[in-house]
């Protein structure tokens, strides 16, 4: 991939990147003044506890997608950006322009995730035993 390429793929993954952490401070902020205000009733406290859980799961998405993005900005710089993890072919450019914090091929992702559904189910089958 020539360097110009490198370098507007750069640029994106930075500017997610600060927006996922911008993102990641007001929650915080917006927790905090949530926590520190009076709770009227338990209903209240209810409406607390549920938009904090909420919170948490945003997070751990965002948390998710800053590591991913750390981590290809960190493949640019060893020259490894734009190759698939698994099997090493390159990564569809259409792929890399709607996610281009993508480590994946299509089709190395598509199986991961049949991977992923198989394994869900075996243990949802368990559960029912």
Known sequence: MAKSELKVYRNKLIAKLRQLEASQRRDALKEGSAASGAVADSADLAVLYASLDLNYSLTEKESWLVRKIKQALERIDSGSYGYCQECGEKIARARLE??????????????????????????????LL
């Open 98 to 127: 709607a996610l281009p914090w993508a480590d994946l091929c299509r089709s190395c992702q598509e199986k991961l995730e049949a991977e992923e559904q198989q394994r869900e189910a075996e243990e949802m089958a368990n559960l």
